[in-house]
């Protein structure tokens, strides 16, 4: 028993229980386990259908050690918002309300409750988990699918080359909304994410981040390289760690040397049928993005 | 089943319940822990999608009864702490 | 007008809504505009405006919003309101099933309206009875003081133990809803005794006692769940005859026996049944024609009173619904349902009065005379229509 006491980084309090039915290596069901972590136990969640809902709540029972509610896909942020304004009817504005929705709950069907609650200026932390498509139905394309990823109602073919769209970037949306901290974090920097939730949380008004969360059977990878598909989209420049203060744009972690598109892309299914083309096209956008948020930075 | 108990709403009032829910069933592969390897650097806590790794007096506590084998604390240790073995080769 | 006591007023229908939620003390309201429904929502924010109803208000964006929002807050534990109107009742659909799912005690207004298309902001019932099989009690207002009377009602209803059931409160639009009538406006202390403290029942979101609200319910459960709000349904009945009567002793109004209201029905030859403000013309009808003719006012079309009405409707000469919309396909819902608690019964159906195509005394005179020649027995007769 030679073994080193153990440093924990982030709070030990685990407030998502086990036995919950996510995929083994669920990217999703980490970022909810390490989000709850930084909102602690006195917090009320309100979750949208999808794979979150679904895996966590089997009647009877929860894997929820904090209030929970879910009411329909579309309206998390509706419900929160009604949440909110009861607890400041009763005087428990103490009390932190939190939003776990995937990328279909919140930019694509939740869009219109999420940008009524962030004009009306709700104080609640919205966390989208991004896993680029929707998973729970079995892995079709949404507005949040990255260009070129196949999904099953953007099937690679000799026509289409997999989705055609680009992402939809929602958090510059929220910035737009004067939401005043909106964050991108991703479940393979959970330090930077748990500090985002904190900030999140002491933020008066709405705050939103937007996590990207790997999903083994909807990306296609095998399950125990959640972690390394999240490290290799931040260090290629795919996925962008920043945050947006009162407006004011950071990155938070800057890759020491951003490596090619292509060794997040090959590992996946999901890009298996890109062309050198594809792939330098694909590197092209990612070089722009980057430069965009390069001049960002000297901005500030 | 026949034991559920019907709440008005479809309330649940036992949080955590889902650990009634043994998920260890579904592993293939079992995370074996070299505790004399390991550097206490809590990686393999950190990035459990299922809180099954926790901390302990030495190293780690890997929790069976609900780990689905993922392999996330395998991949992620930085000093292979940590060797997937399948479960039929446990002894 | 010495009956209806010292503080009487002149308003309209969306006044007397918006007045009970006042009385009531509601803590959370969530509404989003809609014609016939506006004024309520603006009534509310001015009566918040001027202090005179301490309350959250929600400027949601839509109605889906605005029911989404107030489940959010039942939830949290709190008394809420909202309102809504046709296209934004429809909107609200799928989350009317939540509700009631969720045994939420939460109170809605609806000041019924035509749906598109073609788009018509006038009066029929075709929203409100299109959500008849979401769960919710359903009660149909004659008068404005009927209106203030039901909503104060409606929440004793609603957040009672055996019920815990979301209840709509329907009052035709414009007729009633930007129509001048005398209301007597009962003391705001009496009403708050009368609804008594807001004690969530069966849930609560709070970090102090954990709950999980809104699960998965899969097929070893969910029709548990479902026959369990049927039963509730089944309690209302005799819920809404209490408060009905407790309502009576503390107020000195009732409305029938809460669930269905009988006029001149004991000697009649026929029978009218109908719901909502058409029925203030059939008693005229009866008053000043017909005295052969009875009234019977479905108040509560949800729990659907059909044994009390099949007693009323036995021997008589001819009886006869009148709906003020359609199932297209099939026989109209109000006759429906009568029949299928009088099936020996010969009923006729008419359809009168959609998109606020007015129903005049002549109109109900039509209606009558289809009962008497014993037509409209396997198709509806539509009354006053040009095609």
Known sequence: MSGRKPRLPIPKEELLAPGHRACAGCGSALCVRLCLKALGRNTIVVTSTGCIEVTTTPYPETAWEVPWIHVAFENAAAVASGVERALKALDREDVTVAVFSGDGGTVDIGFQALSGMAERGHNVVYICYDNEAYMNTGVQRSGATPPYAATTTTPAGKVWRGEMRPKKDMPRIMVDHGVPYVATACISHPQDLIKKVEKAKETDGPAYIHVLCPCPPGWGYDSSETVEIGELAVDTGMWVLYEVEDGEFRLTYRPRERKPVEEYLKRQKRFQHLTEEEIEEIQRMVDEQWEELERLERER | ?91 | MTELGPDVRVINGNYAAAEAVRLVDVDVIAAYPITPQTPIVEYLSEFIANGELDAEFIHVESEHSAISAVVGASATGVRVFTATASQGLALMHEVLFIASGLRLPIVMAVANRALSAPINIWCDHSDTVAQRDTCWIQLYCESNQEILDTIIQAYRIAEHEDVLLPVMVCFDGFTLSHTLEPVAIPDEERVREFVGEFEPVHCRLDPEEPMTIGPVGGPDCYMEFKKMQHEAMERAREVIGEVNREFSDAFGRSYGDGLVEEYNTEDADYIVIAMGSVCGTVKHVIDEERPDVGLVRVKAYRPFPGDRIAEIIQDREGVVTIDRTHSYGAMPPLWTDVKAHAPDVEVSSTIAGLGGRDVRPEDVLRAIKVAEEGKGTDEPVWINVNV
């Open chain 2, 1 to 91: 089943m026949s034991e559920m108990e019907y709440t008005i709403g479809a309330v649940i009032k036992e949080p955590g319940s889902t650990r009634r829910n043994k998920t260890g069933r579904w592993r293939v592969f079992r995370p074996v822990l070299d505790e004399d390897k390991c550097v206490g650097c809590a990686r393999c806590f950190m990035f459990c999608p299922d809180g099954c790794v926790r901390p302990a007096e030495d190293a780690f506590k890997i929790d069976y009864e609900y780990c689905k084998g993922c392999g996330i604390c395998a991949k992620v240790c930085p000093v292979d702490a940590i060797e997937m073995v399948l479960e039929e080769e446990m002894e």
